[in-house]
């Protein structure tokens, strides 16, 4: 795997995408941003705690969503926001434990995709 200073400087160099991806079960498409970050960060668990809730909230209505992962300080755990386009807090957890290599991460979901913010 890649140190995360350099994964960070290859997301933020995506732009747009050439292809869709099916990443889980689930019908929504992911951007070659959002396949890059699973492929190189191990983070299909990501992308699958994700979908099921964007698809929840478009649902009912959300057209623009956005999901952000953080470590917290110790680097052990993370807190998982998701919030409307509007910077509204819609639901909020906790990760006790997790290896993902980056300091945070925000994804983007609107209709049925799932993006990097860089790609929209």
């Not at 992308?47 to 964007?54: F, G, T």
């Not at 992962?69 to 998701?82: I, M, P, S, W, Y």
Request: hydrophobic share 35%; glycine share 8%; charged share 20%.
């Amino acid at each position: 795997m890649r140190e995360a200073k350099e994964i960070q400087q290859i997301l933020d160099g995506h732009c747009g995408t050439e292809q869709y991806h099916r990443l889980t079960l689930q019908p929504c498409n992911c951007t070659d941003g959002v396949k890059f970050l699973a492929d190189e960060c191990g983070a299909y668990w990501l992308v699958s705690d994700i979908v099921p809730l964007a698809l929840d909230f478009y649902e009912k209505g959300e057209n623009l969503l956005t999901f952000t992962l953080k470590r917290d300080a110790e680097g052990n755990g993370a807190a998982f926001t998701v919030t409307d386009g509007n910077g509204l807090t819609l639901l909020t957890k906790h990760y006790d434990f997790t290896d993902f290599p980056l300091p945070e991460v925000t994804l983007w979901y609107t209709d049925g995709v799932l993006l990097l913010p860089s790609e929209y």
